[in-house]
């Protein structure tokens, strides 16, 4: 995928937006609008996405999404960040994404600790007797 290429096509996408907006603040004009800009983002990001991913690394991709929503958009979003910047240079394959998610995880986890009060838990327990 050549960085020209994606440009012409944002520049064109935005060119549509800015066209097709029309009306002032507030209205059913202005919400067809937001919703015609919505839909024009998410084509684009699909686009791009379809672009830069092979099949098998886009359905991981839907299958992260559903079980996992919100890391699934950040993996997007970076996804899309890397080929805007021309980090990704051709189509990634499933193994390519799947090292990118392990890197993403080793970045991201959260170590979880317990701490269980046994003066507390003592007391209820001498309660318990009487």
Do not use: C, W
């Not at 980090?87 to 970045?107: A, Y």
């Amino acid at each position: 995928m050549a960085d020209p290429e994606l440009e012409e096509l944002r520049k064109k996408r935005l060119a549509e937006l800015q066209s097709s907006y029309s009306g002032g603040p507030g209205g059913p004009q202005n919400e067809k609008a937001i919703e015609e800009r919505k839909r024009e983002t998410e084509d684009l990001k699909n686009s791009i996405l379809s672009q830069v991913l092979d099949q098998s690394a886009r359905a991981r991709l839907n299958t992260l999404m559903l079980g996992k929503p919100e890391k699934g958009h950040m993996v997007e979003n970076m996804l899309l960040r890397m080929a805007q910047t021309g980090q990704i240079m051709g189509k990634l394959g499933e193994n390519e994404l799947i090292n990118i998610l392990q890197s993403i995880n080793q970045q991201t986890t959260k170590t979880t600790t317990v701490k269980f009060d046994r003066r507390r838990a003592a007391l209820d327990d001498s309660d318990d007797d009487l």
